[in-house]
């Protein structure tokens, strides 16, 4: 309320001066003892509460209309010394923290693990939800993807470091390869010479022949330096197998043809 009081009037009132002199001291003690609601208009910085100065606007004072927390919520806050940036982290959280850290807790000591973030990588597929600590997470390999054999993980744990390495049994290479030195053996090279009356009868640079149709043999040259391929030249011995010519010759002398080049065994 408005405080407001009713003063004797000056030269009148000659009964009434006490008791409207009263009154109005009555109504002034019961505004200040707070017996009746006042409005004061309070000059900021001016007033007091226990001999201390409120230095708050109105503006400042209005941010607690409305507040319903107790003093012991309020209290929360005391001693409070993360940043807004800390505080903003909290921003979006939809269920209570520590429930989601209890959970995690918990599946380490038996309980369920309703939800881990996992990374699958590339080739593997994931299966068994949820997993507890008696359960069993299911990890299985996509198509075209497998575990390596003890061989192959043997062999990959003893990669050479070094050239020599190459060449002893390091585990990563248990054979070295020989060239084969036997005659008529696979891998080998020979001069053979094919003997046909055909004139036709050429050899092909990488054409397979068997080795019946040929004789080993050589070169030999004149003392004109001219270059000989005769019958009396070869050995008049066929290998066996199959022969890849690694050479090539087309038409040779008139009536029988010598044509001779350089082979590989193939088998």
């Known amino acids: 309320?408005?405080?407001?009081?009713?003063?004797?009037?000056?030269?009148?009132s000659e009964d009434s001066?006490?008791?409207?002199?009263?009154?109005?001291?009555?109504d002034i003690v019961d505004g200040l003892n707070g017996v009746t609601t006042v409005a004061p208009n309070l000059t900021e910085g001016s007033w007091q509460i226990?001999?201390?100065?409120?230095?708050?606007?109105?503006?400042?004072?209005?941010?607690?209309?409305?507040?319903?927390?107790?003093?012991?919520?309020?209290?929360v806050l005391d001693g409070v010394t993360a940043s807004t940036a800390e505080i903003n982290y909290l921003d979006g959280v939809t269920s209570p923290?520590?429930?989601?850290?209890?959970?995690?807790?918990?599946?380490?000591?038996?309980?369920?693990?309703?939800?881990?973030?996992?990374?699958?990588?590339a080739g593997f597929s994931v299966s068994g939800s949820p997993v507890t600590s008696s359960g069993t997470l299911s990890i299985s390999f996509s198509s075209g993807y497998s575990l390596l054999t003890s061989a192959q993980a043997t062999s990959?744990?003893?990669?050479?470091?070094?050239?020599?390495?190459?060449?002893?049994?390091?585990?990563?290479?248990?054979?070295?390869?020989?060239?084969?030195?036997?005659?008529?053996?696979v891998g080998t090279y020979a001069w053979l010479e094919r003997i046909s009356s055909s004139q036709t009868d050429y050899i092909t640079l990488g054409t397979e022949y068997n080795g019946s149709l040929f004789v080993y043999s050589g070169v030999a040259a004149s003392s004109g330096n001219n270059i000989l391929t005769h019958n009396s030249l070869n050995s008049g011995t066929s290998p066996g197998g199959s022969w890849k010519a690694m050479g090539?010759?087309?038409?040779g002398f008139a009536g029988t043809n010598y044509r001779m080049t350089l082979f590989l065994r193939i088998s």
Do not use: H, R
């Open 50 to 75: 226990g001999g201390v100065a409120v230095g708050s606007t109105a503006a400042e004072l209005n941010i607690l209309d409305g507040v319903t927390a107790s003093t012991a919520e309020i209290n």
């Open 248 to 251: 090539a010759m087309g038409v």
């Open 156 to 185: 990959i744990s003893n990669i050479p470091t070094n050239t020599s390495q190459l060449t002893n049994d390091s585990g990563f290479i248990t054979t070295q390869y020989t060239q084969p030195t036997g005659v008529d053996t």
């Open 97 to 121: 923290i520590q429930t989601q850290i209890n959970d995690l807790v918990a599946g380490e000591s038996g309980g369920t693990v309703t939800s881990v973030g996992l990374s699958v990588p």
């Open 17 to 26: 001066w006490g008791l409207i002199v009263n009154t109005a001291l009555d």
């Open 1 to 12: 309320m408005v405080v407001t009081i009713t003063k004797p009037t000056i030269g009148g």
